[in-house]
């Protein structure tokens, strides 16, 4: 059985842009952000399969990791609680320890049952390490494992939903990448005739191998031009351009994730990498609650709030 808050599809919004009209291309941003108020884009995606299986699994614990403003954090806490499950949260900074109640992600995650446990950035890059991981068991019990970003087998089927019917007449997919789950989801339920664009937030290239560990096709490519210096990483041009995105088409995206990879797509589309007559898709994985930390960030660096 479907758990309950997985079964709906995100809409189809069009953006109607000048300069879209100037070299006749079509965008479109299948908003997943729309998907649920907690769970929200990818990661309503990534744990449907995963809370199935946790539950067939008979286990009542999920383990998981993330920083100081995961998304994946809070939608783990979320789902937990909806689900009757405990959740545990290894949070990268012992230093989070003192003042976690002044971040609103942590915040948010606590309000919904999760545990924190604070780690070191040293022991937090452990985190995939054997040794490390039955020393977590030893201390917390028999629990259900999700990695860092969600990203995992079960993860990536559940992004194999985020298309429908309804998208196979494009012939361009862009999506931001993390960890590379929702991208090669995306991959693995595209057409023949389409290509996909990933759009990492990370610096590195890395990501292309932890892709083809999840999809065997080769319709797509990593654009390494739009991560503004790395995960977490903003500037005012990124900053005004989220302001100006969302005054323009009413559609708010995140300056991790989503922010980024529109701000790409409107580049390319600029530099007239794409042909008239493309029809692009866009889509907008969420993570819109990492916003309220963010603007906490920006306004100590007496930096432009991203208004939401």
Known sequence: MEPKAFGVQGINQEVNLSILREKRLTLVV?????????????????????????????LDT??????????????????????????????????????????????????????????SREAYRRKTDTSFLELLKKEFGNCYLIPEGGTNLLA??????????????????????????????IINSSLNHQSIIGFPA???????K????????????????????????VSETLIDFINYFKESTNI??????????????????????FKPGTKILAIHSGGLQG??????????KNLPLIKV
């Open 30 to 58: 299948k908003r997943e952000d729309l998907l649920h108020p907690y769970i929200s884009g990818n990661k309503y995606r990534k744990f449907k399969y995963n809370i199935l299986e946790a539950k067939q699994r008979g």
């Open 62 to 119: 999920i383990l998981t990791f993330g920083g100081a403003y995961s998304n994946h954090i809070a939608a783990t806490a979320y789902a937990g609680n909806l689900y009757g499950i405990r959740t545990i949260g290894l949070i990268r900074g012992e230093e989070l320890a003192q003042n976690w109640k002044l971040n609103p992600t942590l915040l948010r995650a606590h309000s919904h049952g999760m545990e924190f446990k604070f780690i």
């Open 156 to 185: 990536v089927k559940g992004c194999e939903e985020i298309l429908t019917a309804q998208d196979r007449d494009f012939n361009i997919l862009c999506s931001s990448v993390g960890t590379g789950g929702t991208l090669a989801g």
């Open 202 to 208: 990370l610096k590195g290239d890395f990501l292309r």
């Open 210 to 233: 932890d892709i083809r560990n999840f999809t065997a096709k080769e319709n797509w490519e990593i654009n390494t031009d739009y991560h503004f210096g790395g995960y977490a990483k």
């Open 252 to 273: 708010p995206t995140d300056p991790i994730y989503t922010g980024k990879l529109l701000y790409g797509i409107l580049d390319l589309v600029k530099n007239d990498y």
């Open 291 to 300: 916003i309220a930390g963010m603007n906490l960030v920006l306004k100590r």
